[in-house]
């Protein structure tokens, strides 16, 4: 994916990329260990973040909790800022 990425005009070594692409392989990696029945610490993350809903039909459909993750960006300011990317405000 990142290479088809970089093919396609995408500055994948931006560090901002970088970073954002780690946090998708390691919630992919949680995705992965949660089918195989291995625990991972972003099945919490994601109970806590994504809200289910199941129709009668046992269609399922889900939804981003965009207030408790305003919240825990909100919490994050408070710890140390480390930011190596200053084109992110």
Known sequence: MMHTLGENGVDISENAFVRDA???IEMTKGCIYRSMGIPHPTHKFFETLVDLNVDDDRSIHSQINLDMLE???E????FEDDD????VS
Do not use: G, I, N, R
């Open 22 to 24: 780690a946090l998708l």
């Open 71 to 73: 919240k825990f960006v």
């Open 84 to 87: 190596d990317d200053p084109e």
């Open 75 to 78: 919490m994050s300011k408070y």
